[in-house]
Structures are given as structure tokens and as C-alpha cells.
């Protein structure tokens, strides 16, 4: 039987949402206050789960002392308390929405998980910039 394991782990970043192929007004049109020329923040949440069966030695799918310790060095370490757009080199030449950081949350760990689990694999990046708004990623 396959079972789902998750880390919380917690950010602050700032960003704003600025298409720089579009005028001004078009961006204020599209993103509102998000457009914000002088940056806005959020307090982002990071659930990572991870699926697998437990592995018999241990009971665990993943140590999530290890997976804490991996999504804080390849993912939060990078992005606290800094400017996602201006800051965080694998965001460089990428709108700044929760959906590509997600996304490329997911690129930095799927092939890492494997490093720390013997049968766990990435099942979902979830991302909460705020308590209303997230985005979810499934494998
Ligand atoms: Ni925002």
C-alpha cells in the first residue's frame, strides 16, 4: 500500500507580476495591485508530498527530517526573505506567479527525492501565497 507523506515549510518573498513585453497600462489592466512597481510580499506556505510504500527497515516512506532538510537547502534557503524576480536565480527571465514558482519548485525537487528515499517519489508541490489563494502541482 502506497502512502502520502508531507512537509510544511514556510517563506517570505516579495515579487510583483510585470509582463515586460506590455505596456503599463496593460499590466495594471491584467494584475492590478500585483503590478505594484515597488514589490508586494506574501507569507508563502510549501507542502511537499511525497508517495510511497514504507519502507520495512524503518516504516517510512521518507524521513521527514531529510525531506525538511532538502526542500530547506535546494528551494526555501533561496527564496526567504529575498525579491523572487530580481534574486532568485532559477526564477531569472520568469513571471513570478505562484503557478511557475511552483513549478519550477517542482523541477529542483522530483529528481532529488529519489536521493533520500529508497521507494518514495514526488507525488504534489502545493504553494500558498495566501491563506485563500495555492496552486497545486500533481505528478
Ligand atoms: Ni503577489
Not at 518573498?13 to 508586494?40: I, M, Q, R
Not at 519548485?105 to 522530483?110: N, V
Request: charged letters at 25%.
Amino acid at each position: 500500500m502506497e502512502v502520502l507523506v508531507s512537509r510544511k515549510e514556510h517563506f517570505n518573498a516579495a515579487h510583483k507580476l510585470y509582463n515586460p513585453t506590455w505596456s503599463d497600462e496593460k499590466n495594471k489592466e491584467v494584475f492590478g495591485p500585483c503590478a505594484n512597481e515597488n514589490w508586494h510580499g506574501h507569507n508563502f506556505e510549501l507542502i511537499v508530498t511525497v508517495i510511497g510504500t514504507p519502507d520495512p527497515e524503518t516504516g517510512f516512506v521518507i524521513d521527514l527530517k531529510k525531506l525538511s532538510t532538502l526542500i530547506r537547502a535546494e528551494v526555501t534557503d533561496k527564496v526567504d526573505h529575498k525579491n523572487l524576480n530580481l534574486d532568485v536565480d532559477f526564477m531569472q527571465g520568469k513571471m513570478a506567479s505562484s503557478e511557475v514558482l511552483a513549478t519550477e519548485i517542482w523541477k529542483i525537487l522530483e529528481p532529488q527525492i529519489p536521493v533520500v528515499s529508497k521507494t518514495g517519489r514526488l507525488h504534489s508541490v502545493k504553494l500558498y501565497e495566501t491563506p485563500r489563494n495555492f496552486v497545486e502541482i500533481l505528478a
